[in-house]
């Protein structure tokens, strides 16, 4: 049976991570999402999906309180001060992280998340809840008391789940519930509470003004259990400090808007998983597109589509190194299915698991909850243009390419030549059949382009040039011909259709059409009339306007692009941009959809697309604003020599 208790708004949720796997806590201080080791492992913590079921573990006031949270400054350090009626208190939440050279130096965890609670005024009486359900919920964890001070071993699965608690946790029969006296949190002999009951383990405890307690949750599955003394998470609280912000410093931007661009990079960073550096599209899956439907997807892999957004947001941040591993890990992970492109991987670059449903309530009832993606067996033509043209850019910020990566890119564009005319399934990956995409053409249009310009200046030899040309111009005037409507005045999404998709914004920013053009103002009119959604919000197609999702983040700040690009004013793009930060979350994350008539948040979240659409939105008005009037191809301009590092392309990640 569903749960009574209303779940907490999409938006509600904080991310906490350590570039590997993420866990999301609600307001409340409930962690109601964790999947460990990586991201695409099976859920530890699961009622994100299912709050009878899916396991959580929660850190919150007994009583009525109020909570405000926010990211310590330029760190995914989360903070939540919570407030009641008889004091206050202030949880911190985070994924250990540390530079390679200090892990080396230390024994710890293999992977760790630590809360720490801090006594600020008065007294707080504080439940804590912890009921690991591993698996996504399918498998009931086996507690076992070691020692004092509750360390509790979850051996569900391949790994060792532990949980060390600075207060001694009660435990019920079998492991499954509990009732028993806690102590105070300064040891002495009075209890913190007349008890506790609950399913897994837990306390009530009260904590006083100055009073510190610690909980370390970590999970290994080759490698000892390590479990470092309390004394230690200070120093990992300021040493995850030190190296967040010492990544941020790293960052060149000094643009307008330059905290939520930081944020949104901070975001960013989380969801790359570094040993590979790869970036997942979402940490979570199946978060519904509309509460109650159907539109449930596994979102926890790495889409081409994604690519070169992703690369010019890294480069124009100054972020080369991870452009450059994303890069690599796109060319290593392409290399073993060429010249047939895949639309998805999981962070490894292998085949995501096929997809099935698990047996959850789903978010507010929403059915069903996937594992998998089946997005993965499609034809995306649109994933070739995205590729190269994320390798050019590569290549403009001083990259080389070896002989067997230069083959690999001249084997794709002849597999464009051949098959731009196939009818495919889109970047928007629609599950009702292949038709001829107006953008995955002018993608194809894009691969050629790209590799054309390659050739010229010498980075990509023995291509057949000609032909890439001649098959250029076919496209260019195929989509002109046959991509454009006269019945509409515009673009439009399938050919001899006659409605228009958001993805059509981007065709300035490939270098295909100008944003200035007739043609570009009429499409962005037609994709106003037919897509606007109130506000800075835009649809990406036509066909679910409103009925089977909410607006479309990254498309919204694909319009405030367009307009920074010269299809309007300056003025115009920056009240866009203006109006959709504040569709974002109170800690500054964003979702993949949002419903326009409430403003909540839907799809999976935190959505890294849209991050992604923040931050080159937010580029195009920085350039915009140092009177670079027109920002047609949006290949950064190369790297001082003095700063380009000339590294080869691919090798293994």
């Given amino acids: 049976m569903p749960s009574a208790t209303p779940q907490p708004k999409i938006q509600d949720y904080a991310m906490i991570g350590d570039c590997r796997s993420a866990a999301l806590v609600s307001r409340t201080g409930s962690i109601d999402w964790l999947c460990w080791p990586r991201f695409d492992s099976p859920s530890l913590f699961g009622a994100l999906l299912d709050p009878d079921g899916g396991g959580s573990f929660r850190i ?17 350090v989360l903070e939540t001060l919570f407030r009641t009626s008889s004091g206050s208190v202030i949880l911190l939440d985070f994924m250990p992280v540390a530079a390679e050279e200090e892990k080396r130096r230390r024994l ?25 359900r591993p698996r996504y919920g399918t498998s009931s964890a086996a507690l076992v008391s070691h020692g004092p001070f509750g360390l509790w071993i979850d051996t569900g699965g391949k790994g060792t789940l532990a949980l060390r608690s600075s207060i001694p946790l009660a435990m019920g029969p079998e492991g499954r519930s509990g009732w028993g006296e806690t102590k105070a949190p300064d040891g002495s002999g009075s209890p913190a509470s007349e008890g506790w009951s609950g399913p897994g383990a837990g306390a009530i405890v009260r904590v006083r003004q100055g009073e510190v307690l610690h909980f370390q949750l970590s999970y290994t599955e080759e490698a000892p259990a390590v479990f470092p003394p309390f004394e230690e998470a200070v120093e990992a609280l300021q040493r995850s400090v030190d190296w967040w912000r010492s990544w941020v410093s790293g960052l060149r931007y000094d643009g307008p808007y330059r905290e939520h661009v930081i944020r949104s990079a901070l975001a960013l960073r989380m969801m790359i998983y570094a040993p590979s550096g790869a970036v997942v599209a979402a940490p979570t899956t199946s978060l519904p597109e ?14 081409l589509r994604d690519a070169s957004f992703i690369v010019r947001a890294l480069f124009g941040l100054g972020f080369h190194d991870e452009a450059a591993s994303f890069v690599s890990w796109l060319l290593h992970t392409t290399r073993l299915t060429r010249p047939r492109l895949n639309v998805l991987y999981d962070v490894f670059g292998e085949e995501p698991p096929k997809e099935r449903e698990l047996p959850m309530q789903g978010y507010r009832g929403s059915r069903p909850v996937r594992l998998g993606n089946a997005a993965k067996d499609q034809l995306q033509l649109d994933v070739y243009g995205e590729v190269i043209d994320a390798v050019a850019q590569y290549i403009n910020q001083g990259g080389t390419l070896d002989k067997e990566t230069s083959r690999m890119l001249i084997a794709f564009g002849r597999y464009v030549c051949d098959h731009w005319e196939d009818p495919d399934e889109g970047i928007w990956e629609v599950r009702s059949g292949a038709c001829p995409h107006v953008h995955s053409r002018v993608l ?5 382009d790209r590799l054309i310009e390659l050739r010229r200046k010498g980075h990509i030899r023995s291509a057949p040039e000609q032909r890439f040309v001649e098959v250029r111009q076919k496209i260019r005037d195929n989509v002109l011909r046959h991509g454009w409507s006269e019945k509409i005045q515009s673009f439009v999404q399938v050919v001899g259709t006659d409605h228009v998709d958001a993805a059509l914004l981007l065709f300035p920013w490939y270098g295909f059409e100008k944003a200035t053009s007739e043609r570009m103002r009429k499409t962005f ?6 897509l606007h959604a109130g506000g800075s919000l835009y649809y990406r197609y036509a066909t679910h306007r409103g009925k089977e999702e909410g607006a479309f983040g990254i498309c919204s700040f694909w319009a405030a692009e367009y307009l920074a690009r010269g299809g309007g004013s300056l ?25 326009p008539r409430t403003g909540d948040a839907l799809g999976n979240f935190p959505q890294g697309f849209t991050h992604v659409g923040l931050i080159n939105a937010a580029l195009a008005i920085s350039e915009r604003m140092r009177g670079i009037q027109e920002v047609e191809h949006h290949v950064l301009p190369q790297r001082p020599e003095g700063k380009r590092r000339g590294r080869s392309l691919p090798g293994t990640p």
């Fill in 60 to 76: 919150t006031p007994a009583g009525g309180h109020t909570a405000r949270r926010r990211y310590l400054p330029e760190t995914n």
């Fill in 108 to 132: 710890d965890p293999d992977h760790s998340l630590l809360r720490i609670v801090k006594g600020v005024q008065g007294e707080v009486e504080l439940e804590v809840r912890y009921d690991p």
């Fill in 290 to 303: 509309e509460i109650g439907g159907s539109k449930n997807w596994d979102y926890r892999f790495c889409w």
């Fill in 444 to 448: 194809c249009w894009t691969a050629l």
């Fill in 525 to 530: 009119e037609r994709i106003h009339l037919e």
């Fill in 571 to 595: 003025d115009e793009a920056r009240a866009a941009f203006e109006g959709l930060l504040r569709t974002g979350s109170e800690v500054g994350l964003f979702s993949e959809e949002v419903d």
